[in-house]
């Protein structure tokens, strides 16, 4: 038995034992019949949850361009591997064959070299959703350099200390990129980002032809430099364990954290997981809308369905543009079978004239997938209902930046669904649920904090240049146990629920922050005294942020109103338009802990508009500030 691609419900939880039992010889077996090794392990896999340490297929070296393209070169050469849908509808949509892409990924890797880049060294991607981007990845990957892909959603200050923290070499981008109607200066922020950072060149795609300025001796056109150079680029050997990328998420405090994905595991782990998760057939057409600035983008969009030779679809542009149907008409274009999206953009969707999604031709689809949040019984209604017409099972995946790949999700046609359950663990991922004192939680009807028991190849193996915030965010709140940060339940048959964050990280519309770097940078304003910020449910977005502000002097509303565009102007500088708070509430103080932690759980109540559950307040430093706030509340 083949265990590539799971048949059945049977085979699932045979195949499922084997994956737990014995965890080497299964991941041994899929690694070494699916994928092209230069070279293979001397060992499976040696972990340590303790140090952390983990590594797996150590001693094999390969390139994993050489699997993602060379390899598929005479079975599919002329199969397209990635089709590019425009922002503009107008606009021709691109097919690039797997022959095609090898040469771009080739001459890309030619100017890498030629710019000095070797070996790992960090590449700072910050591109819009244009082929290019997934050329640059590619090509980074030939070259063995590390790339650091930025969303190019984020400001220049995120830019730069994502700069600074992984001391790249080199930044690719755009002259500009296009969102719905509105195009956004790219290079603009670009150069105010390296205003606070030693960059030896800038390569610029040309993308909107906008006017931008050039700075002499530091940025240069891309589209020459590809011109001039061969298409032929012998791949760098890597070892299993050498980084492929770094990619930051936010902590619920301090600067994002730049989780490091390593080559082979990482490899094994997209794949496999992209096969079965989404049962791609050979001649299907995928789509997943994420950005490629998200894990979901690297993982689900450029490497793992690459990696099975399969067409991937590229969308640059937004929901709504030119209208809200917009992605069903690009289902309908590209006979997409697999489609995967994100909850905030399903309920969007959902709130939309249902013409737009009953007035095109959806059959093609076959699998339906949703990631980055719990999906809320009402969206998950709808998307089956509407979009799948109830025919078309819904994956509702649930994984990290940090788990690489997803790691509790149905697969479609063998896993029964439930509405808002993500119901099992992939092949060879141990969940485990604990409770408050450390203990973990057996058998099934259970809720607590989910953890990861035993390591499984997509994981991140540490933060870069902090190995020590590795093993105090993920590795000791539980012994022996990766921590997720997520609150899980687990029901009568055994399927998991996610029911959110249990740290102060915030998903709104399906992007982590941590209110810790929020709140650091509302402090920044002089008038401020000290800020507190928490989520509250909204309709569209699954969260959306309620920031509690002191002043240091209080004063009129009209005052008010201006401070808070200047505080969301702050947060718009320092992360990005996206952390923009929907609430902010002028407080006299905060309630307080008699240690001085700020109460956010009393905050989060308020917010919700819960004030049943408020708890005892007696004890807290300030009780009556609890009143004031509820009172003022917004
Ligand atoms: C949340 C995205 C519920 C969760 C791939 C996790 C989900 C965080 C789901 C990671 C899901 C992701 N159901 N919650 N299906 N998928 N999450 O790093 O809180 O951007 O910890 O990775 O998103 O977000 P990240």
Known sequence: MSHYSIKNLEEYYQVYRKSVREPENFWEEIAEEHFLWRKKWDKVLSWDFSSPEVKWFEGAKLNITENCLDRHLLSRGHKTAIIFEPNNPEEEAQHITYKQLHERVCKMANVLRDQGIKKGDRVCVYLPMIPELAVTLLACARVGAIHNVVFAGFSSKALSTRIVDSDCKIVITADGSYRGSKSIDLKGIVDEALQDCDIEKVLVVKRTNSDITMVEDRDVWLQPLLDEASSDFEAELMDAEDPLFILYTSGSTGKPKGMVHTTGGYMVYTAYTFKNVFQYKENDVYWCTADIGWITGHSYIVYGPLANGATTLMFEGVPHYPDFGRFWQIVEKHKVNQFYTAPTAIRALAKQNLSF?????????????????????????????????????????????????????????????????????????????????????????????????????????????????????????????????????????????????????????????????????????????????????????????????????????????????????????????????????????????RSGKIMRRILRKIAENDMSNLGDTSTLLNPEVVQDIIDHRI
């Open 357 to 593: 999604a009953e007035n095109v031709d959806l059959s093609s689809i076959k699998v339906l997938g949703s990631v980055g949040e719990p999906i809320n019984e009402e969206a998950w209604h709808w998307y089956n209902d509407i979009i799948g017409k109830g025919k078309n099972p819904i994956v509702d995946t649930w994984w990290q930046t940090e788990t690489g790949g997803i790691m509790i999700s149905p697969l479609p046609y063998v896993t029964p669904t439930k509405p808002t359950y993500a119901t099992l663990p992939f092949l060879g991922v141990q969940p485990a649920l604990m409770d408050e004192s450390g203990e973990e939680l057996k058998g099934n009807q259970v809720e607590g904090r989910l953890c990861i028991k035993f390591p499984w190849p997509g994981m991140a193996r540490t933060i870069w240049n902090n190995h020590e915030r590795y093993k105090e965010t993920y590795f000791s709140t539980y012994k022996n146990m990766y921590f997720t940060g997520d609150g899980a339940l687990r029901d009568e048959v055994g399927y998991y629920r996610i029911t959110g964050r249990v740290d102060d990280v915030v998903i709104v519309s399906g992007h982590n922050l941590g209110t810790g770097p929020l709140e650091d940078a509302i402090n920044e304003h002089p008038a401020v005294s000290e800020s507190a910020i928490v989520g509250f449910p909204h309709e569209i977005k699954g969260n959306a942020l309620y920031g509690y502000v002191s002043l240091k002097e209080t004063g009129e509303s009209r005052v008010h109103d201006n401070l808070r565009k200047e505080i969301n102007q702050l947060i718009s500088e320092r992360i990005g338009p996206i952390a923009k708070l929907d609430k902010i509430q002028f407080t006299e103080a905060l309630p307080k802990t």
